[in-house]
């Protein structure tokens, strides 16, 4: 799965992250790194983009980057 | 004796409250005003402490040196071109780890840096506060409490920088363990004589670096890029991202403040904010809210400063004998800058609004919220900023277009932002719509910004489709935490907007004034001034909306500055008046309330002012984009006041 | 016009003459490359930034 079929309170953990180069150096810039934990906080009324907390940060991604992150759901 | 001079440049991620902090260390001896959040350009401020002249630099809020963004190149070129004394690396305690990512690049270009820790007020409320002591222990670097709202922490701060400047330490270079494919890589670059930061530079940016790379190192670095690439899944980037985060939290594990279990930041405030089907709501009501106040709380002191500018002219009335020195005082000077000085409590609240709405982070989810409607009509997310901006002065805000690189993208956004309204249009709409419209005229100031925002969406929607796209640029945006606005930077922010409106109204409009003055009065003893021939000549046009000649020259002398229109308006139909009351009464008499909406309209949507003009033609470099700037202009202005004047007339 | 006096007539070309080099100043510093206060934006953000964006 990836990060945009990430439902409400869904915790999930970052797996890999594909995609362009530059949208991987902006990602990994921010901190956005393989193994953290990821929640979807907010959505537009459109879907797209949505907000996602990331560790101690709020990161708004568009559908079209948020399909790049792959992710699995946490157990805990 | 001379004091000695010592650079010190200030570098933090975005957020991090360093324009604060800057603001705090230089006092009001800075050279430039900014909007919060869009340090593009550098800012400079000096203090004298303990006779060492310090000159701080505002380096570009970023997230990593090694990254090929405007804002990141700025502030990599300038470390590395110009090396400034000393690096006072700004971090936010509340997220230490990608804040110390940024330091850990510092360390290993061994730039000398003193470390100030901002935020810990919000980090203890959060119970993450770091240990000052143990971290300098552990990065072997000063690191100092900061809080950029209040002074409290300063002196320690200073004494730092000082005692540091003085001793000029030479940091040893941080050496980060990386993965053992990405060290081979780096071994294999310093052997083409690469230091071992640039060839981790080199790696993380992808050659993308300030320092000179000769061809055969290029090509190594593109090999070894691909070769990185192919052993692991991930990119040199992520690789040596991985690295430096694993290094940071060896660190916080050693200091004892351990991160494993990451809590979520989350805030009530975002639950109604960022509601999926409240956020919008919202946002509209706020922005309603904001200009109903802009209107109501403004009209006290403006009537201040009114009776003030009444008793002025009355004073130069009685004292100054019968003649043109009288005329030109009380007619020309005292109606026109008094005209447009009554407005400046409009736009301090109105710049006051918006800087909360930055500096407290609701801009960034007002961005997130219009993201769609934005990519629809083909603009960047990173156009919100410069649009924004463009409420104030739409001068520095076609110039913030320069952080969007797609070219397509950026050259709608310096299109449309002439739309936005800028402060220098408010005191028009201030004016009829309380006159026409005195209970609604905060909604009519809504409206009327409203439209303008649709106007400019509307233009991009149809430029997106005729010019084509070069290629798509990623809009990824951290959510800043909320924050309380900190009252210095609040106050330094407005001030410096006052003091701007203020000088236009030293210069542009005192001149604009004089030379109304001069048209209206002149010839003497004939039956119409040049300035009422002038407006004769062309009130044709301008007929089918409504509007006379005086309001044709007011809208003529607006490509100037946009403030002359009021001061104009004010000049005109002022002569003979003492006050505001008679200005109002005189347009009362004079307008149709239909018309004085069309006013506002063709106000808000036409030609840009000469400064715009010029700006727009130097950041397109052509004159063929300034042209089409003034043609769509005035067409949509005439062509939107006809509509409204036609439409309202069967209203009102 | 014969009746202004020479006060009235010192007044008109002060005016004159302050309107004419004002205006052609701010004119010149408008359409040239820098940005000032007498070209409408005083103290702008953007005015110190350097003359060649990046265009990648």
């Given at each position: 799965m990836t990060l945009i079929d990430v439902a409400k309170k869904q915790t999930c953990r970052i797996l890999a992250i594909k995609g362009p180069d530059n949208l991987r150096q902006r990602l990994t810039a921010l901190g956005v790194l393989r193994g953290q934990k990821v929640r979807l906080s907010a959505s537009t009324l459109w879907g797209d983009p949505r907000t996602y907390a990331i560790g101690r940060q709020q990161i708004c991604l568009r559908n079209d980057d948020a399909r790049m992150v792959e992710v699995e759901l946490c157990n805990d | 004796m001379t004091s000695q001079v010592f650079t010190v440049a200030l570098l933090g991620n975005p957020n991090c409250g360093k324009t604060s902090l800057f603001n705090l260390l230089t006092g009001s001896r800075q050279r430039t005003g900014n909007m919060a959040g869009v340090t593009v350009t550098r800012r400079e401020g000096e203090r004298e402490y303990q006779g060492v002249r310090l000159r701080f630099v505002d380096l570009p809020g970023i997230y990593s040196l090694s990254h090929n963004r405007v804002e990141e190149r700025v502030a990599r070129d300038y470390l590395f071109e110009t090396p400034p004394d000393l690096v006072l690396n700004v971090v936010d305690a509340g997220n230490l780890s990608r804040n110390l990512a940024l330091t850990t690049q510092l360390l290993e270009q061994q730039l000398p840096t003193v470390i100030a820790l901002n935020m810990l007020d919000e980090a203890e409320s959060q119970g993450i506060a770091p240990d000052c002591d143990n971290l300098a222990r552990l990065l072997d670097l000063p690191v100092l409490p900061s809080d950029g709202r209040k002074p409290r922490y300063l002196d320690l701060l200073l004494d730092t920088l000082v005692e540091q400047l003085r001793n000029q330490p030479t940091a040893p270079a941080l050496e980060i363990a990386y993965e053992q494919h990405v060290e081979q890589s780096v071994g294999r670059l310093t052997g083409t004589g690469l230091n071992r930061w640039q060839a981790v530079q080199a790696l993380e940016s992808a050659g993308d670096v300030a320092f000179v790379l000769h061809d055969h190192q290029r090509d190594l670095l593109q090999q070894e890029v691909a070769q990185l690439e192919s052993y692991h899944d991930d990119s040199a980037a992520q690789l040596i991202a991985e690295g430096r985060y694993g290094y940071i939290h060896g660190l916080m594990h050693n200091s004892g403040s351990d991160h494993d279990e990451i809590s979520f930041a989350e805030h009530w405030l975002d639950s109604v904010v960022l509601n999926r089907w409240l956020g919008l709501p919202v946002f509209v009501g706020l922005l309603w809210l904001m200009f109903e106040t802009t209107f109501t709380l403004g009209a006290y002191p403006a009537d201040w400063i009114d009776a003030a500018v009444t008793l002025l002219g009355q004073w130069l009335a009685a004292g100054v004998p019968d003649g043109l020195l009288r005329d030109v005082l009380v007619d020309g000077l005292v109606a026109g800058v008094g005209g447009v000085l009554v407005f400046l409590p409009n736009v301090v609240l109105l710049f006051t609004f918006i800087a909360i709405m930055e500096q407290s982070g609701y801009m960034a989810r007002a961005a997130f919220l219009t993201d769609r409607l934005m990519s629809r009509v083909g603009l960047h997310g990173k156009a919100f900023v410069p649009l924004v901006m463009g409420f104030g002065c739409n001068v520095p805000a076609i110039m913030a277009t320069r952080t969007i690189e797609e070219p397509r993208a950026r050259l709608i956004t310096i299109l449309i932002n002439p739309f936005m309204s800028c402060s220098a249009r408010l005191p028009v709409y201030v004016l009829l719509a309380g006159i026409f419209f005195a209970d609604q005229a905060g909604t009519v100031l809504f409206g009327i910004y409203m439209l303008g925002i649709l106007m400019a969406f509307t233009v991009a929607a149809i430029l997106s489709r005729k010019i084509p796209a070069q290629h798509d640029e990623s809009f990824i945006m951290e959510l800043p935490p909320w924050r309380w606005p900190s009252l210095r930077s609040l106050a330094l922010h407005v001030w410096d907007k006052a003091g701007d409106f203020l000088s236009k109204i030293g210069s542009v409009i005192l001149v604009g004034s004089l030379l109304i003055w001069l048209l209206q009065t002149f010839p003497q003893n004939a039956d119409q001034s040049f300035l009422e021939q002038l407006g004769h000549l062309l009130a044709p046009l301008f007929a089918p909306l409504g509007l006379g000649w005086q309001e044709t020259v007011a809208l003529l002398s607006g490509?100037?500055?946009?403030?002359v229109i009021a001061a104009t308006l004010a000049v005109v139909y002022q002569a003979g008046e003492q006050d505001m009351a008679g200005l109002q009464a005189a347009l009362l008499a004079g307008l149709a309330p239909a018309a004085g909406l069309a006013l506002m309209v063709f106000t808000l949507l036409y030609m840009p002012c000469l400064a715009t003009i010029a700006v727009i033609r130097r950041e397109t470099g052509s004159w063929r984009w300034a042209m089409v700037s003034i043609l769509l202009g005035l067409v949509l202005a005439w062509g939107g006041a006809f509509l409204t004047y036609q439409i309202g007339s069967l209203f009102f | 016009m014969g009746d202004l006096s020479w006060l009235d007539l010192i007044v008109l070309a002060v005016v004159v003459l302050v309107i004419l080099t004002w205006f052609s100043r701010f004119i010149r510093r408008s359409l040239s490359a820098g940005c000032d206060k007498s070209s409408g934006c005083a103290g702008c953000s953007g005015c110190d930034t350097p003359d060649n964006p990046s265009n990648s």
């Open positions: - | 490509f100037i500055a946009k403030e | -």
